[in-house]
Nanobody, 120 residues
Framework: QVQLVESGGGLVQPGGSLRLSCAAS????????MGWNRQAPGKTRDLVAS???????NYADSVKGRFAISRDNAKNTVYLQMDSLKPEDTAVYSC??????????????WGQGTQVTVSS
């Protein structure tokens, strides 16, 4: 079974930075895309950023130029560097991976979520 463990959330002042990490563990799987979504209170869960196995990235318009997604394939880890944070970035951030296993179609699994609060 593939599991994800997130870290790096917390409280930060507007204009500050945080770096989220998400590490995948398990055996016999091959990761394809990785990404981060977020959900603010009373809102839907929306894509923040994603990265393919070849390094192509995609960002929500609201975070372009402020957030950067990256991955370390040797560590099965995806990162989200968040700079110039705004109060409207406050949300629970959840990572995901799309992966394959022998004889199995692409699956997606999610992390447990980590709270990011931007407030003075």
């Amino acid at each position: 079974q593939v599991q994800l463990v997130e870290s790096g959330g917390g409280l930060v002042q507007p204009g500050g930075s945080l770096r989220l990490s998400c590490a995948a563990s398990g055996s016999g799987f091959s990761i394809r895309a990785m990404g981060w979504n977020r959900q603010a209170p009373g809102k839907t869960r929306d894509l923040v950023a994603s990265i393919t196995s070849t390094g192509t990235t995609n960002y929500a318009d609201s975070v372009k130029g402020r957030f950067a997604i990256s991955r370390d394939n040797a560590k099965n880890t995806v990162y989200l560097q968040m700079d110039s944070l705004k109060p409207e970035d406050t949300a629970v951030y959840s990572c995901y991976i799309d992966y394959t296993k022998p004889y199995v179609s692409t699956l997606r699994t999610w992390g447990q979520g980590t709270q990011v609060t931007v407030s003075s």
